[in-house]
Structures are given as structure tokens and as C-alpha cells.
């Protein structure tokens, strides 16, 4: 069997229909349907049926489906192995975030392309969390928490937050000085999520309040430099902010818990050679690049 032919009825399986199967693989929609339409003629069996939702997987599929994964989960590895060491090809779909990838991950994406010239990477950026196989990504990058049961994620580096607020915000509302205090202040926030803190060993967990939300951190930067509140943020996007004055760190006696950048990737036994590839090379930025170290905060005016 073709193996672009089982990689399309999979990409049609997990998106729910050929359109977006289509638009996942970057082809027509007729060649979709036609790979489909081979595979199903060599089978003799169907494999999907039309809805008005797309298409849904018949009890033959189902079967058909994880066997296919399995097959070319198999040949990709295969191939992996016959390749000069070093060399990597096919496509690599990442799921990045929107607040960091564009400025901080965009660069590396680019210097990996450059060294593998037969790999294509297809890079997506938001920062919803994607469902990795329902999505048809190889693996997802991801910042912030995940609790220590999470399987299928790789640490590539750690990322410091901040507590910051503008100049004019501290002038008319003071700062807070204790993660309690907090509670009194506009927090600008991307849901209902909790802010960590340490007081030593011990970690300090408040639920801050607020009129002001967006799912992305540059954003909660900008209403922060407006005055709008009191934000807490990675460090790499508030740099150029510190230093220029257009805010300022508070509470800087109870520093953010640090997070982590991660590499998830689906369940397997083994991730693919091009997602380890890619894990290194972030690992070695983030221990490497400035704006992900730890905020050294007598550089930069404080609160008063």
C-alpha cells in the first residue's frame, strides 16, 4: 500500500473529514479524496461515511485506523534509521504559543530548517491547548505548569514570571508587598487560573480578581503598561518594559514559582528522532537565552 494513501485516511480519521484533512496536509481536496477512494478499492472495504459533520470512521476504519498509525509509525522509524546520522526529512507540525513563539521560538524553527533541508516544518501559532492527535500535530511546545503525572512531556528549560504594574498604576493604588495584598488590586489574568508564589520552601497560592482578561500574555503586557493592573508574566516579555520604566517589578520578596518549557509529544515508546532533535535545540536555548533567566531585579527601578 501507498504510504501517502494510509497517512491521508488517518489525517481524514482525526480531523473529522476531508476538508480539514486537506488543509492539515497542505493538498487539494481531490487528492485527498482520491487517495481515499484507492485505499478503500485495494481494502475492499469502506473505511469512512459521509455525514453532514464530515465523515465518520465505519467499524472497518476504527480497526483499519490504529493498525495504519502503527504501520507508519514503523516506516517513519525505519526510515529514521537508514538516514545518514544527523539528517532528517518529512514534516514536523509543532503547536507553539502565540505570546513567545513568533519573537522567541520563530528564530529556532528557522535555524533547524536551515540544518535539515529536507525536513518541512508546518508551525502553528496560538496559545489554546491543542489536542495532539485529534490536530494531526507531531508535538506541541508549551509553557507554564504541568503536574508532575503528565506523561509525554519532555522539560527543555525552566521560565521565570514577574509581578509587574505601571508606574502611574503603583502611584494611585500603591503596590502590594504580600501575595495577600494582591487581593485588593486589579489582576490582569488570562481566566480564573491561580498565582504561586515562594516564601522560602514553602509555595503561597492566591486567587487574584479582575475586570480585564486575554488568552495571551502580550496582551496582559500592554493593559499593564496602560495601568490597567497588576500583571503576572514571563520574563521574556517584559524586558524592554523594565528597562525603560514602563513598569516596574512589586512583591519582589515573594518571587513567581518558576515554570517550564516543555516538549509534548503523543504517546509512544520513542518520540520521532526529528522531535528529539528539536527538544535539544530548544534545551540549549532556554539554558542559554538571557530573557529566560531568572530577573535580576536590581537592574531595574522597584515599586515604591
Known amino acids: 500500500m501507498d504510504i501517502e494513501e494510509l497517512q491521508t485516511f488517518i489525517a481524514i480519521a482525526d480531523a473529522g473529514g476531508v476538508s480539514p484533512a486537506a488543509r492539515r496536509l497542505g493538498v487539494s481536496k481531490s487528492i485527498v479524496s482520491r487517495r481515499l477512494l484507492r485505499l478503500e478499492t485495494e481494502l475492499g472495504v469502506q473505511l469512512l461515511t459521509r455525514t453532514n459533520r464530515g465523515a465518520a470512521l465505519t467499524e472497518a476504519g476504527v480497526t483499519f485506523r490504529d493498525c495504519a498509525a502503527k504501520a507508519c509509525a514503523e516506516i517513519d522509524l525505519a526510515k529514521e534509521t537508514i538516514l545518514p546520522k ?3 526529512r518529512g514534516r514536523l507540525r509543532i503547536a507553539a504559543p502565540l505570546s513567545f513563539g513568533p519573537t522567541h521560538l520563530a528564530p529556532l524553527l528557522a535555524e533547524m530548517a536551515l540544518r535539515h533541508p529536507l525536513l518541512d516544518i508546518h508551525t502553528s501559532y496560538s496559545d ?19 503536574p508532575d503525572s503528565y506523561q509525554h512531556a519532555i522539560q527543555v528549560g525552566p521560565v521565570y514570571g514577574t509581578v ?4 502611574d498604576y503603583i502611584k494611585t493604588h500603591d ?11 486589579e489582576a490582569l489574568m488570562q481566566g480564573l487560573e491561580s498565582w504561586q508564589f515562594l516564601d522560602g520552601h514553602k509555595i503561597i497560592t492566591v486567587r ?20 490597567l493592573g497588576i500583571a503576572m508574566v514571563p520574563d ?3 524586558h524592554e518594559y523594565l528597562a525603560t520604566g514602563a513598569l516596574v517589578p512589586v512583591m519582589t520578596r515573594y518571587p513567581v514559582r518558576p515554570g517550564g518549557a516543555y516538549v509534548i509529544h503523543p504517546p509512544s515508546s520513542q518520540p520521532a528522532r526529528k522531535i528529539r532533535v528539536l527538544t535539544e535545540l530548544l534545551t540549549e ?3 542559554n537565552a538571557p530573557h529566560f533567566a531568572k530577573a535580576t531585579y536590581d537592574k531595574f527601578p522597584k515599586a515604591v
Not at 509587574?164 to 508606574?167: C, D, E, G, Q
Not at 503596590?175 to 488590586?185: C, D, F, I, K, Y
Open 164 to 167: 509587574v504594574a505601571s508606574p
Open 236 to 238: 521574556g516579555l517584559i
Open 175 to 185: 503596590a502590594p508587598e504580600t501575595p495577600e495584598e494582591l487581593l485588593a488590586h
Open 128 to 146: 489554546r491547548v491543542v489536542d495532539l492527535i485529534a490536530e494531526g500535530y507531531d508535538c506541541a511546545i508549551r509553557l507554564g505548569y504541568l
Open 86 to 88: 544527523g539528517e532528517l
Open 285 to 287: 536555548h532556554f539554558n
Open 208 to 227: 487574584p480578581h479582575g475586570r480585564f482578561k486575554a488568552d495571551n500574555g502580550t496582551a496582559l503586557v500592554a493593559a499593564a503598561v496602560a495601568g
